[in-house]
């Protein structure tokens, strides 16, 4: 069977000596720097991406990324759990009833069901992934110019209608994102665009410095700018075995979570935030005592935690098969295959099987590594959380500079993370989030480059993305999408669906 | 003057507009070519009116109809108002419940937003000079040096300035932290990875 044979292959990659060993060290690796406040799996992602550069295999560098990956997911959990402070919005959720059952003495059971749920919810999703992926990878063969650039188009517009916040400001910032992607050598004729004569820039900006910047400075710059206090150590972390009772109770929310996180993860623009929101209303829901939702619910936590485990794995599925990134996450991943020489897509899974399959088994090694590690390793995490943050933040600073510089040595990536730093910041503060722009700059290129070979095989015919079959029903359901966004009505609900009201 | 009811949306509109011009009035010198074959100013020049014109959209809603400032607008990593901040445990008063002032540098004091956080409705008036320009500063000193002076002394630069960034920190302390940062730096980056990078530069006579 095909599907044993492909799971045996990733395995024999994956279970190699050193691949282990860097899926360990980026599991660890995330999770230190996960586990630091107001750091989420973005930035830590944006801030680690420079370290797998330099490998020879792009199989270990990307094994190592997605280490990196569950690591600062679960290490954001525990400081949401333990201090109240979500790294990113889809450990707030976890933070509701993990950080209640915490104060009640209970931070052990939180942190262990935490990890439970997602090592059962990592393994369905591996699966999921296994399972899907080459079959759609087999549509997407099929694609011609005109439907990639219709699916760039719903990928982008889908993006928008599932995130939550000003949908003027995040269209503008996909597009001003696309336009950043257009700096450097056009592809066709060659001739440099937006560069100012600097011959660094012939070859575009800098995505890590982009990101590094985005999510790394103008997180601390944010870090900085409000001075509040809301963090309460739980330093005892005893009894880490949940009861029979307590596993018999997260085992349906877990399990419940785990579909609905697979099934949101491959969605664009959703992915694991918005699997745990739905998955924290969902258990509420279901649940015959809802009201203990909020004061240390234990399906609050195996719930959500599942959830976005499982939608972290799923979110794989449409970069390995269309070269799609379906979130900030995964255009960091994508922008590590290009980096490494490879462009993800279609082909990947043909001419790559080794890597794709080494990276999926990778995946579950990684689950497996993150409960032996992180358990027993619980008091130390706890301890790096006692780092004051006047040592912390420069050190991130000086952290990023030199990743960044390292990537090719060259100063004006440097000086892309400064300004985009800023940039960035001032743009957060005013309501605008950054994920849409990384989407936008990483899509771009692809927009652009199908856009133009598709009307050049068309003879300038524009109706082309209209009239072939695919490339129609992908457009159409992005005017669905964009109306459904825009319609107030409709808006007001949408709202209603992500603010589960009491 | 009008004053208009979100600052956020004007100072973020404004920007649109900015760099949207900026970027239509670029594509102009390049060939723009036609439809049947783009030239590589087309995409830009289309693109940098769009966003343009969403810029001017941000800009009219902010006089008409902002954004509900607080708890509507969503913060930096995503749906933050997905989970109404009623339903956010913060123990009734955080605030006080802040441990004993003897850990004043320690987790405690320090403060990390969440993304429960509401963000500043008037934004501009909300960021401040110091950390904005250390920070920057930080990032541009090490780029600027990191050729010419090596490694270590940028980052012993670029540590000093980002330490200086936060409100408060003396400049004794700011040296410490730089110190201890360079020294970090060079066990990590120098000897344990063993990047090949320059330590001190030409400028330094390395």
Same mark, same amino acid.
Do not use: F, K, W
């Given at each position: 069977m095909d599907l044993l044979d492909n799971l045996a292959l990733g395995f024999s990659e994956a279970l190699q000596w050193h691949n282990v060993l860097f899926c360990l060290l980026g599991v660890a690796l995330g999770t230190a720097v996960g586990v630091l406040?107001?750091?989420g799996p973005t930035a830590t992602i944006a801030l680690l991406l420079p370290i797998t550069f330099g490998f020879d295999d792009p199989t270990s560098a990307l094994i190592m990324l997605a280490g990196i990956y569950y690591g600062a997911q679960y290490g954001g959990s525990t400081t949401a759990i333990l201090l109240n402070l979500p790294g990113e919005s889809s450990a707030a959720v976890t933070a509701i009833d993990g950080h209640e059952m915490a104060r009640a003495g209970r931070a052990g059971v939180a942190l262990a069901v935490a990890a439970i749920g997602s090592f059962v919810a990592g393994t369905v999703a591996t699966v999921v992934l296994a399972v899907a992926a080459p079959v759609l990878a087999r549509a997407a063969l099929s694609f011609g110019s005109a439907e990639y650039f219709s699916l760039v188009v719903l990928g982008l517009i889908a993006s928008i209608a599932l995130a939550s916040g000003s949908m003027l400001k995040a269209l503008a910032m996909i597009v001003l994102g696309i336009l950043l992607g257009t700096l450097g050598q056009d592809m066709y004729t060659g001739t440099p665009r937006f560069t100012f004569g600097v011959r660094e820039l012939y070859q575009g900006l800098n995505f890590v410095a982009l990101a590094v910047g985005m999510f790394g400075i103008a997180e601390i710059l944010r870090n900085l700018h409000d001075p509040r206090t809301r963090t309460r150590l739980v330093s005892r972390v005893t009894n880490l075995w949940p009861s029979r009772t307590e596993l018999r109770q997260i085992a349906g929310p877990v399990l419940r979570a785990t579909g609905l996180g697979s099934l949101l993860g491959v969605l664009p623009g959703g992915g694991h935030v918005l699997a745990s929101y739905a998955s924290y209303a969902v258990e509420k829901r279901v649940s015959r005592n809802p009201s203990e939702f909020g004061h240390g619910a234990i399906e609050g936590v195996a719930g959500p935690e599942s959830a976005n485990n499982a939608a972290a794995q799923t979110s794989f599925i449409p970069l390995l098969t269309l070269g799609l990134p379906a979130n900030p996450v995964m255009a960091l991943m994508a922008g590590a295959f290009i980096i490494q020489g490879i462009t993800p897509g279609p082909d990947v899974m043909t001419e790559q099987p080794a890597l794709v399959w080494g990276l999926i088994a990778s995946m579950w090694i990684g689950n497996v590594l993150l409960v032996l590690l992180n358990l027993p390793l619980i008091g130390l995490w706890v301890r790096m959380l006692s780092v004051p943050y006047s040592v912390l933040f420069p050190a991130i600073v000086v952290f990023a500079c030199i990743g960044t510089y390292s990537?090719?040595?060259?100063p004006y990536d440097v000086l892309a993370v400064a300004v985009f730093g800023v940039l960035g910041f001032v743009l957060i503060r005013s309501g605008c989030e950054p994920a849409p722009l990384l989407l936008g700059f990483v899509l771009g290129p692809l927009l652009e480059d199908n856009l133009r070979r598709a009307l050049l095989l068309s003879r300038g015919d524009p109706t082309v993305f209209v009239t072939r079959p695919i490339s129609g029903v992908l457009l159409a359901l992005a005017a669905v999408a964009l109306v459904v966004t825009v319609l107030p009505m409709i808006r007001r609900k949408r709202d209603v669906v992500f603010a589960e009201d009491d | 003057m009008l004053r208009p009811r979100s600052t956020g949306d004007l100072v973020a509109g404004l920007i649109f507009v900015g760099l949207g011009a900026a970027f239509a009035i670029g594509a102009l010198g390049y060939d723009l070519g036609s439809l049947l074959e783009m030239g590589p100013g087309y995409v830009p020049l289309v693109l940098g009116l769009v966003l343009a014109a969403l810029g001017v959209a941000i800009v009219v809603k902010a006089y008409v109809? /902002?954004?509900?400032?607080p708890g509507e607008v969503s913060d930096a990593a995503g %749906? +933050?108002?997905?989970? /109404?901040?009623?339903?956010? /445990?913060? +123990? +009734?008063?955080p605030d006080t419940?802040? /441990?004993?002032?003897?850990? %004043?540098? +320690?987790v405690a004091s320090d403060r990390v937003p969440t993304d429960a956080d509401v963000p500043d409705p008037r934004p501009l008036a909300g960021i401040q000079w110091r950390p904005t320009v250390a920070i920057f500063a930080a990032v541009g000193f090490f780029a600027l040096t990191v050729d010419g002076l090596g490694l270590l002394p940028a980052t012993f630069g670029t540590g000093l300035l980002a330490a200086m960034a936060r409100p408060g920190t003396r400049v004794l302390r700011a040296l410490l932290i730089a110190v201890g940062l360079t020294l970090t730096s060079w066990i990590i980056f120098a000897v344990l990875l063993q990047l090949r990078l320059a330590l001190f530069g030409d400028w330094l006579g390395g």
């Open positions: 406040p107001g750091i990537l090719s040595q060259n | 109809a /902002p954004d509900p400032a %749906s +933050g108002r997905a989970v /109404p901040d009623a339903e956010v /445990p913060d +123990g +009734g008063a419940e802040v /441990p004993d002032a003897a850990a %004043s540098d +320690g």
